[in-house]
Nanobody
């Protein structure tokens, strides 16, 4: 069993930055694909970013490409989401997710992830 705990959310003005963290339990964290998803009120949960176990391959939704950066520290069992140039449309609850090895290869599909955090609220004021 893996537990994921997100932190770092909050209220920020448009154009500002936040860094989300997701701390994971479990000895095999380094073998998991890690993803970030978000869900705004009244909308479906959507993919934001993912990073493969080695950290060398990253994937982003078009809406955040160039503004958000996903990274991981396997020694700390933590994955990060650095969010810059935030916009009001980035307002959502952000969820961390983990996919067990072997990876499906479809990082965009929430159904492929095996574990989820409780979410952290990000609010961007315009």
């Amino acid at each position: 069993q893996v537990q994921l705990v997100e932190s770092g959310g909050g209220l920020v003005q448009a154009g500002g930055s936040l860094r989300l963290s997701c701390a994971a339990s479990g000895r095999t964290f380094s073998s998991y694909t890690m993803g970030w998803f978000r869900q705004a009120p009244g909308k479906e949960r959507e993919f934001v970013a993912a990073i493969r176990w080695g950290g060398g391959s990253t994937y982003y939704a078009d809406s955040v490409k160039g503004r958000f950066t996903i990274s991981r520290d396997n020694a700390k069992n933590t994955v990060y989401l650095q969010m810059n140039s935030l916009k009001s449309e980035d307002t959502a609850v952000y969820y961390c997710a983990a996919e067990q090895s072997p990876a499906s290869g479809n990082y965009y599909y929430a159904g492929n992830y095996d574990y989820w955090g409780q979410g952290t609220q990000v609010t961007v004021s315009s």
